[in-house]
């Protein structure tokens, strides 16, 4: 039987919320790897956000509310993350 184009779409939109959701969890794993550690609380402030496609909108996939977070991103000077987090996070994601 074939396939309708809503069906298409729909499995479409699934295997692609499949993909965003490994993405993010991968992403959240490695920005808690690259984050530098003093107390712990930065690190455990990154949380996976994805919770699915709505639509043609994606939510973003993670997120630190750790005051100075941005700070500790910034920071070209910190022995544990001279290359920032962010960045070395997603590279690393993105390599898989």
């Given amino acids: 039987m074939a396939k309708t184009q809503a069906g298409i779409k729909k499995e479409l939109y699934a295997e692609i919320s499949k993909d965003l959701s490994t993405f993010s969890r991968d992403l959240v794993a490695n920005l808690r790897a690259t984050t530098p550690i003093d ?7 990154w949380v996976n956000t994805f919770r699915g496609m709505n639509g043609r909108k994606i939510a973003p ?3 630190n509310t750790v005051p ?3 700070v500790l991103d910034s920071d070209k000077t910190s022995r544990q993350a001279p290359n920032g987090i962010v960045e070395v996070a997603l590279r690393k994601t993105t390599r898989k």
């Fill in 68 to 70: 100075y977070i941005g």
């Fill in 39 to 45: 107390t712990g609380r930065a690190r455990q402030g």
């Fill in 61 to 63: 996939l993670a997120k």
